[in-house]
């Protein structure tokens, strides 16, 4: 039976990471791992081993680490089998060069801002490690009196391989402009009456690390040098609100490490002063990839949100959402906990309305995983269009989704 599974997952591995060129540092070695776990629970103790989860199924999940990870999942004897990436056949990702790098995304935002002075406003909220500019568009029709109207923020590439995450902001950004041009008259009331923030990618220096030389390297986090010499904080695992209490690691080899402290990374710092800058935002959506998964809060804990609107909005606006794109909504930790993430900060600090998309696909086969090829772009985007107008539509108080008088809670 050993035989079998570790068969289906160098099948798995290969179809998956095909053009994946993996990353060694410091000797340390990196895999694949299927993993048995029949609940939340003993999901949640894998994740404290440091490794990333990134499927979920009933009976087990596959998860990606570091030797350390891989030895220590086998000390739970829960392992099924694992795969060196190392192993795996590296290829140049010719076909994807539809996806967008730094210097593309760059220059996309600034055609679209130069092109529409009245209704785009581009700004740099922040320098990386690497000096690159943290890029926001900010959209609307009268951007002096934006401070006035209701603001939902969209934001991608927390994780740098994610790269789908990336292209759906930027899609958004233009379509936006494009139908508001062409006369759509909802997007014409919503770009007229709301505050809108875009933020393409929260890690570029990653992003651009991933897909440096031409080849995958599966590259997660930041690219900061930590103290020890190794690179990277998950930026996603770095967030103040009850950091470091579950799903994370304090390893700097690990691929959820939640650095020193919290909010230690230029990145999350940079995103955290502009957030609390804007206190008209009443909705934020973080975009990740993969699954197929409408999330919110908590990770950090199995508790739902105590407030009964709040939590009773979060539900609802999800399970809505749900029925445009066809993924399943549910609280995070429903999957495995997981602290010092965007959507907990910004609702337990704030109280902002905060929703996390896992983007297609839904597995890691072939077409699937973190590279799924170009041709997932425009249907994925297409799917989310109209999830993303609810979260616009209704930015200017969430809580009418319950009841067309519900009033807000001020934050």
């Known amino acids: 039976m050993k035989k079998v599974f570790l068969s289906i997952l160098a099948v798995l591995s290969v179809l998956t990471f095909s053009s994946v060129k993996e990353v060694q540092s410091n000797g340390f070695q990196y895999y694949w791992m299927k993993v048995k776990a029949k ?84 700004s740099s909220f922040g320098k990386t490690n690497e000096g690159r500019d943290m890029w926001v568009v900010r959209i609307g029709t009268d951007l002096t009196k934006a401070e006035s109207k209701p603001a939902v923020i969209y934001m991608g590439g927390h994780h740098a391989r994610e790269h789908l995450s990336v292209e759906l902001p930027l899609m958004w950004a233009q379509y936006l402009v494009n139908e508001y041009r062409s006369g759509n008259q909802k997007v014409i009331a919503l770009v007229g009456s709301r505050d809108i923030h875009i933020i393409p990618t929260v890690n570029p220096d990653g992003m651009e690390y991933d897909i440096q030389d031409g080849q995958y390297k599966m590259w997660r986090k930041n690219r900061v040098r ?28 690990s691929e959820v490490y939640m650095g020193p402290a919290p909010f230690s990374e230029v990145e999350t710092i940079a995103m955290k002063n502009y957030i609390e800058s804007h206190t008209n935002i009443t909705t934020l959506l973080s975009l990740h990839s993969f699954s197929k998964l409408i999330l919110y809060p908590w990770g950090h804990k199995y508790d739902g949100i105590p407030t009964a609107n709040d939590k009773a909005v979060h539900e609802k606006m999800a399970l809505t959402m749900a029925q445009w794109n066809g993924y399943t909504p549910e609280q995070t930790s429903e999957l495995y906990i997981a602290s010092g993430d965007t959507t907990d900060w910004a609702y337990g600090a704030h109280k902002i309305i905060s929703f996390t998309f896992e983007l297609d696909p839904g597995n890691a086969g072939m077409g699937g995983g973190f590279y799924p090829g170009a041709s997932v772009i425009q249907p994925v985007f297409q799917k989310n269009i109209e999830p993303f107008m609810y979260l616009l539509e209704y930015s200017d108080n969430p809580y009418r989704v319950l009841s067309p008088t519900m009033q807000t809670v001020n934050h």
């Open 226 to 253: 930590n103290s020890n010499g190794t690179y990277g904080v998950d930026l996603n695992r770095n967030y103040s609100y009850q950091w470091g209490t579950g799903g994370s690691s304090s390893d700097t080899n």
């Open 39 to 122: 609940d939340k629970f003993e999901r949640s103790v894998i994740a404290n081993t440091g490794a990333a989860i990134e499927i979920v199924k009933d009976d087990y999940v596959i998860a990606y680490g570091s030797d350390l990870e891989l030895a220590a999942i086998k000390k739970l004897g829960w392992l099924v089998a694992s795969s060196n990436l190392a192993d795996e056949i590296k290829d140049f990702p010719t076909t994807d060069a539809p996806y967008h790098n730094y210097t593309e995304i760059t220059n996309e935002l600034k055609d679209l801002a130069n092109k529409n002075p009245d209704l785009v406003q581009l």
